[in-house]
């Protein structure tokens, strides 16, 4: 990390509590982008945290064979410093990215940033409004709670014109509840399938089980997060638990795609106890808390559980009720390591 060391502080801790402030709620937030060395702060420090889950979002969308095309046109809303944008060029062929922000500053950040790493993408920076062509990528990071009610219409009906949508937002309860709110309108309404994370097309199961319960994943830091000196620093002087980052997401496509049959999908991760492991795990048929016995003839699902802490993504189970039988990590980089 070369930025957002000690004198960035100050700006980190009233950026950071701008952000806890949000109780998910949807509220306009006026623009806080006070000057570049805010977003330059942002970028090195909050937006790479937010980058690490884009990779993870992204990576679980291509293993569920996301392709979403060559030369694609791209927006990214509400952009921020363009995290959103670069995760996704360095993994798409992109040609264009229009960065849209309601704080102009930020949106020519972005843009600036991305032609820096990007030198071959046309890239452009605009305000909302309505846009003169439908985006063949749609990415949305981490607004959902900075919109008021006319916005976030807007940026329904722009994924509605759409040809793909990929959103990342916080895994708190309430925007993750929010999000899979979206989900269903979108797949019921705007004609997309879904491609991730979830293994069904039918209404989110979290969403109709009780209030309690909500679609969220952790993505995992790289190894310099522990190792380098500046972030574990800033990670104590900021209050941020540097391991934890929990994030929800939705990738959508127009290529119909079916129920992945026998396939569940990890929510969160695992609780594990000397004795047992629960789990949520949801599939076609709902959402299941399925529990897993150290000594009752679920050992090894026990141990399976044990060793993928938040690294369990698409599996295969076998139950009996709530008794999880057995569970099979579907993707290799998912196999506990022992
Ligand atoms: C928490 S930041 C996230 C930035 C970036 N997407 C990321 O993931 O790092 C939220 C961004 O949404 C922008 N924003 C808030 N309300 C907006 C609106 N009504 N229209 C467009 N952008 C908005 C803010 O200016 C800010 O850049």
């Known amino acids: 990390m070369t930025e957002g060391r000690g004198p960035d502080l100050e700006r980190l801790r009233r950026l950071r509590d701008l952000f806890l402030d949000a ?8 623009a806080y982008w006070q000057s570049d060395e805010d977003l330059a702060a942002y970028d090195a420090v909050f937006a790479a945290r937010i980058g690490w889950k884009w990779d993870a979002a ?10 979403p095309g060559n030369g694609l046109h791209v927006v990214d809303f509400g952009c ?14 992109v040609s264009e990215v229009r960065c849209v922000d309601h704080s102009a500053r930020a949106a020519a950040f972005a843009a600036a940033r991305l032609r820096d790493e990007r030198p071959q993408v046309a890239t452009s920076a605009a305000m909302p409004g309505p846009h003169d062509a ?47 709110t979206h989900r269903d309108h979108l797949v019921a309404n705007a004609g997309f399938s879904i491609v991730a994370p979830c293994p069904h097309q039918g209404p989110c199961s979290a969403l109709r089980a009780d209030g309690s319960h909500w679609c969220h994943f952790f993505a995992s830091p790289p190894a310099e997060v522990f190792t380098d000196g500046d972030w574990v620093r800033l990670g104590r002087e900021l209050g941020i638990d540097l391991r934890a ?32 492991a629960r789990v949520f795990v949801c599939d076609a048929e709902g959402l299941h808390h399925l529990a897993a016995f150290k000594s009752r003839g679920s050992a090894d699902a026990w141990r399976t559980l044990k060793k993928a802490g938040s690294g369990l993504r698409d599996v295969r189970v076998e139950r009996d009720g709530a008794k999880l039988r057995a569970i099979e990590p579907l993707h290799a980089s998912d196999q506990p390591q022992s």
């Open 80 to 93: 921020g410093t363009g995290i959103a944008a670069r995760r996704f060029a360095a993994r798409f062929d």
């Open 134 to 180: 439908d985006p063949d990528v749609l990415l949305i990071s981490h607004v959902l709670d900075e919109l008021g009610p006319s916005t976030e219409d807007a940026l329904l009906e722009l994924a509605a014109r759409s040809k793909h949508v990929v959103w990342v937002e916080p895994g708190s309860r309430v925007v993750s509840r929010r999000l899979a």
């Open 58 to 67: 992204l990576e679980d969308a291509i293993a569920r064979g996301f392709a």
């Open 23 to 30: 109780t998910g709620a949807p509220r306009a937030v006026a």
């Open 245 to 276: 980052l929990p994030y929800a997401s939705l990738v959508l496509s127009r290529a119909p795609s079916g129920d992945l049959a026998s396939v569940g999908r990890v929510l969160a991760r695992p609780e594990v106890s000397g004795k047992e």
